[in-house]
């Protein structure tokens, strides 16, 4: 699950982590109001205002409506008012949101850190992720912060930093001072960087995080260690343990179909091809939609129904499958193995008689625990679906169907 | 032998007790596998299933001598399910349950470092020796007897490529799920130097998907030890990048994750690659000349 910048930015403060101080709006006259509590509380006039979208590219993006920046600094109250009109509502796109963008319902505004003094300000780059080889969390850390950091990963390769932290136990001591020294500090923002790279990473681990990127992290011009940005993603699997975060679930950010295809435990994610599909298990879904391109189609979406392919479940397939206007066939692939296939066939046959008439070619495929009951019930119902019990019939079918 | 069970296995489920653990333990008492008891805390002493409930894996193993644990419970507990057995002895332990999350595993496969314990799993069918032993959830009918290993990330797949096995006239010797999350305890890798090394096992098919680099590990071993065929196929040719394809691991992040990467690496390996999951088994056929 992915979190918004302000939700993140919560969520760290409660690990001691020092973030750019500011508030979630969704109305010009709340953003007002931030804004003077901001200028009151840091005494400067500069505040920046932040779209609040679970995309990346938000600085150099622009809303579609007004053509303003997903990020602003703004030196007055005044456009604050602007800026925040022109964003809130709007629709943001960036090189991570397609063409056609996303809408912003929140912006941050937040106090601004680019503030003069005794040192020089720096931006560094630092996140927090599982290395799936050497099956521990790693620490990735650049001098080289506030830019694409798949650019300095690919032009400069020497900048990025790796540390490893073992399993037993929290990030060490001169571990965290090891970063530290590798980004140049010194000083007040050394021992600060110190506490703020251990509090970040019991963060990461105390959250559940599958992801927590900091980039901008940023060096003030007083020696402060500070997240300006945050992008925090939550392990799933570990949801239940965090109802508070889970609460922080955003709906609005995700497919609308997708979210409804989970209200019904089906797994199911939008493609843009011409055939749907209903499977069970994972693995084969995703081996049905290669095949389906195999024989001249292509995938309409992934759809796992998992191990309960019933009448219900099929009924839901169907209906999510059949919004999409492109599908021009729908294969079914079940292999039953504890669950029966004449009780699917059973299923696909009252899910068809709900429905009504189903505009497209069906092709039902089920292999496994009684498989040829299944094809005969399929075969004598009467209605417009064709049976396969092979794999290659199938494809051979859905080869037919999009010619 | 075949690889990791087989007719003397002592099995024991871990959540025995629960409506999961109650009608998979059913299905492999009927299959066959010798299943000694199982282990639901706080109902020690009692029997279910016409076999004995332990408190604890370690009187398991004291009391009913098992060996090889099966774990049902929820994934709250999973990870501490795998270290209990690992703690106990348990030589191979298949972690069925799915869902667990991705920092309990990092501590449980932490945890086996330096132990005499295999974990298979989680979120996987199980392994299956056919005709002998299963420890798992797959529908033990597919699996014919005979002398082809099956390695593969995914269930369902797992039984299409049995079938298709059958189907062309040749059977399994052991089939191995090994799971689809991002943190499995045996790799691809691993399985496959089993089947190697196995005098039972003629020939493998290896079955992955996109996300991580267990394949591409499997097909570089594979290309210096080679003794026998092996038919391979990654699922999520189609997927798009970025997004989780159902498994919590099945996710392209880097160059390497794709399926056309990792086809091309397991095709210069050496391996028998097909690019549609339904050429598998006559595949097979015609790579040992039948």
Sequence with gaps: ?403 | MSILVNKNSKVIVQGFTGTEGTFHATQMIEYGTNLVGGVTPGKGGTTHLDRPVFNTVEEAVQKAGANVSIIFVPPAFAADAIMEAANAGIELVVCITEGIPVQDMVKAKNYLVGTNTRLIGPNCPGVITAGECKVGIMPGFVFKQGRIGIVSKSGTLTYEAADQVAKAGLGVSTAVGIGGDPIIGTTTKEALELFMNDPETDAVVMIGEIGGGMEAEAARWYKENAKKPVVGFIAGQTAPPGRRMGHAGAIIGGAEDTAEAKMKIMAECGINVVASPADIGKTMAAVLGK
């Design chain 1, 1 to 403: 699950m992915n979190l918004h910048e302000y939700q993140a930015k919560e969520l760290l403060k409660k690990y001691n982590v020092p973030v750019q101080e500011g508030f979630a709006c969704s109305t010009v006259h709340e953003a007002e109001e931030a804004y003077r509590q901001i200028k009151n509380q840091s005494g400067s006039s500069f505040a920046v205002v932040k779209a609040q979208i679970h995309a990346g590219g938000r600085g150099k993006g622009t809303v579609k409506e007004s053509g303003i920046n997903g990020v602003k600094v703004a030196k007055n109250i005044d456009q604050i008012t602007e800026f925040a009109k022109g964003i809130l509502g709007g629709t943001l796109v960036t090189i991570q949101t397609g063409p056609a963008g996303k809408v912003v319902n929140k912006i941050l505004v937040a106090q601004d850190m680019y503030y003069d003094g005794p040192s020089e300000r720096k931006e560094f780059y630092l996140s927090i992720l599982l290395d799936r080889t050497k099956k521990q969390n790693v620490i990735m850390y650049s001098t080289e912060g506030g830019m694409n950091i798949e650019d300095v990963a690919h032009d400069t390769p020497e900048k990025i930093f790796k540390e490893w932290v073992h399993p037993g136990g929290p990030l060490q001591g001169f571990q965290a001072r090891k970063i530290a020294f590798n980004l140049g500090l010194s000083g007040e923002a050394f021992k600060n960087c110190v506490k703020f790279v251990t509090n970040l990473y019991n963060a990461y681990v105390g959250l559940d995080c599958g992801m927590l990127e900091i980039n901008p992290l940023f060096k003030a011009a007083d020696d402060k260690i500070i997240a300006v940005d945050c992008k925090m993603n939550i392990d799933d699997n570990a949801l239940m343990r965090h109802a508070d975060v889970a609460a922080m679930r955003d709906t609005t950010e995700e497919d609308p179909t997708e979210v409804e295809a989970g209200n019904h435990n089906l797994n199911f994610i939008k493609l843009d091809g011409n055939v749907g599909c209903m499977v069970n298990g994972a693995g084969l879904a995703m081996a049905t939609m290669d095949m389906i391109q195999l024989s001249g189609g292509q995938p309409a979406n992934f759809l796992d129904v998992g191990g309960t392919a019933n009448a219900q479940t099929v009924e839901a397939g169907f209906k999510i499958i059949l919004k999409d206007p492109n599908v021009k066939a729908i294969l079914i692939n079940i292999f039953g193995g504890i669950v029966r296939c004449d009780r699917v066939a059973a299923g696909v046959i009252e899910a068809y008689k709900t429905i009504g008439d189903i505009p497209v070619p069906i092709i039902v495929r089920l292999q496994g625990t009684n498989a040829e009951e299944a094809k005969k019930l399929i075969d004598e119902s009467g209605l417009k679906v064709q049976s396969a019990i092979q794999l290659s019939e199938a494809a051979e079918l859905v080869k037919q169907a999009v010619a």
